[in-house]
Each structure stands twice: as structure tokens, then as C-alpha cells.
């Protein structure tokens, strides 16, 4: 058990990826595998790409920070998921996730994406139907026109939410009961100690970009792309840039050395793990989750069509920035991670590659050996399709 007496406050097991770090900077591992190959199809078959949509709608997704959603009648209108849910945070400071959709005849409730404030409840534009923040139908005008409608079965649809590792998860299918710990319990030793729910989130960043989105999780699971793509913004902070990769449960967990890594293991002096390597994680299915120094980074890829995402990123950081000084520390950072790298580099390459899929220049595409963290996570998708 973590007894929260480290002086950075990192997880234990940042210790045991150190350790398997530097092994590899001692006697870089020779490949135990070999190059591997994936057919463009994977990425443009539209049945395939509908069983993934219907995956995902089945699968825990991080759709906010627990800051975001804090004041009760707080709420958030989120589509990309591939179902319309409202997250609430109630009067009674509990959080509900629902469907968007008006039990009457089903209108929207909530017009507009993002997040939003309730006042007294929702009212339908339609035919005025109220609920409560909870999803509790309220008022129905006239109801003498509905004289055997029982009031109590008409409360909006509720799908699965919980906060967990300072984040809201939701699944876009309806229910009440999930198992979310199967899914999250293998990352308890990772995000449980970061502390994350004190955090707050600097800015959030979304966009539409023209990818299928398994290209998008496939740039977050390459290290050998670092030294070339990024070569302008973030490769310097990487230089001999060495990483050691396993499973965590369906999820992959990374660890990058920074520049000043070999020194500082030869010289003993390390103050904190995070300014000599950085931990990275893609959590099944689609979020990617990198421990900066200083700050973390969430971000997720909804497919909104089999070459279109939805990207949502949320740069979290420890408290509300009080001074100038802090606000340009954390915009310098916003501007360099978000629109530089993510942006500007990752999410523009993938453009680039699904424009290359559409040529038919590639039946299929090629991937070395430190690309095998991308074969895990296509197989993690197989199975789960297939089950
Ligand atoms: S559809 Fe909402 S009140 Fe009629
Ligand atoms: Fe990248």
C-alpha cells in the first residue's frame, strides 16, 4: 500500500518502471519479436468500425475531471461517446449520468455540447415535460391528458457513472449497475496514489480531426515516431530516448527517459522520477493519459465516423493558478503539449495517414519491433470484438 509519505507523491510502481528503465539504458534489450503487419482494411471496413462504436458504448470512458463537475447543478452535454448523455451533479451533491432524451416523445433536452448549469431542472422545448437534476420527471402541463401515465416510470434513462482516480467515467449504454472495477482496478497503482482529486483542469482543449481513431491511439503507442515527428518541439526533452512498455491489464503502461536520464541514474541524484522519465499510459480503449512533470495530461479520441474523431484533452494541474506567473507557466504548457505536439504533430500525422489509406497506395502497413506495444493493443480490440 502507498503510505503517502513519498516527498514527490508518486506511485510506488514508478520505482519498479525506473528499474526496468534502467536496465534497458545499461544493455538495450535485443527484440524478442519481430515486424508485424496490419491490413489497411482494419482501419476502413465501415461493419468493422460499427462493432467498435458499439464496443465503445460498452466500455468506461473518462468524459471529465471531478473539478469540472464540483457545484451541484453542474452538468455536461457530451455526444461523442455515441449515445446523448447529460452528466449532473445533483442537489444532493451525487453525480447522474442520463440519456439527453425527452421521455415524452424523445426531444433533446440539453441543446448545446459541453458543460452547462441546471437551474431548477430540465424543461422540454417540446411539450414542456420538467425533471429535476436527477433525472426525476417533475411536471407534466395538463397531465389529466395522460390519465393512466405512471410519473414515476417516465424519469430520464440513467447510464452507468463513477468518479474514480479524480476522473468522471461514464458508459454509454443504459443501466445502472458496472462493473467499472474490472476495467479500472489494474490502474489502481498508477492513478490512485497521483492524488488527482484535488486537481484542477487548466484548460480543455477538443477538435474534429479527418482520422479513423485506432491511428490516433496507434501515435500514442510509438516511441520510435518521438525523435523525428517531434523533433521541433518535444524531442529535445527526450534525447537518447529509450522506453519500456508492459500490460496493465487491457490497458498499456510506458515509461520515456527524459534528457539528463543515464546521468542521473549513474550519479544516484534523482529528486523526482517525473523530471527524468515520463509515464504514459493508453487506457482501453481510447484515452491517453501522460504524467508530465508538474501536470498530467488527459485526453481522449471518440470515432464520430470511421475517419473522423472527436479529441478531447484536459490538461490537469495541482491547483488553480493564482499569479500571472503561473498562469503563463501553465499556458506555456498548454500551448506546447496541446497545440504543438498533439495538434500540430499527432493528430496532423494521422491525417496525413488516413488520406493514405483512402489512396490504396498500402494493403497494408508495417511496424518495427518497438511499434509491438501497437500489436498488443489491436489484439486487446480482436478480442474484445470477437467476444
Ligand atoms: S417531447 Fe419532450 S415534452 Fe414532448
Ligand atoms: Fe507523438
Partial sequence: MYDGGEVSGNPPIYEHLLGKLTEIYGAPALPTTSEFRIPVSVYTDEAQFQAERQLLRRLPIPVAHVSQLATPGSCLVHDAIGAPILVTRTRDGELRAMLNVC???GTRLMQDQGFCRVRKGFRCRYHGWTYESDGTLTHIPNQALFPS???EEHNLIRVPVQERFGLVWLVGTPGEQYDFDAMLDPLEEDLGPLGLESHVVYRRAISRRKTN??????AFLDGYHVRHLHKNTVAP???????????????????????????AIRTGR?????????????IFPNTIFVVQPGFVSRATAYPTAIDEIYWEHDLIIPEEPKTDKARAHWELNYELIQNGVFDGEDL???EQIQQGLWSGANEYLTYGTEETPIAWWHEELERRLGA
Fill in 213 to 218: 481513431w485506432k491511428i490516433v491511439m496507434e
Fill in 237 to 263: 526533452f527526450f534525447q537518447d530516448h529509450r522506453s519500456y512498455t508492459e500490460h496493465a491489464g487491457p490497458h498499456v503502461r510506458s515509461i520515456v527517459g527524459r534528457t539528463g536520464f543515464g546521468e
Fill in 103 to 105: 421521455r415524452h416523445r
Fill in 270 to 282: 534523482i529528486e523526482d522520477i517525473r523530471d527524468i522519465a515520463t509515464p504514459t499510459y493508453v
Fill in 348 to 350: 496532423w500525422v494521422c
Fill in 149 to 151: 401515465l405512471k410519473k
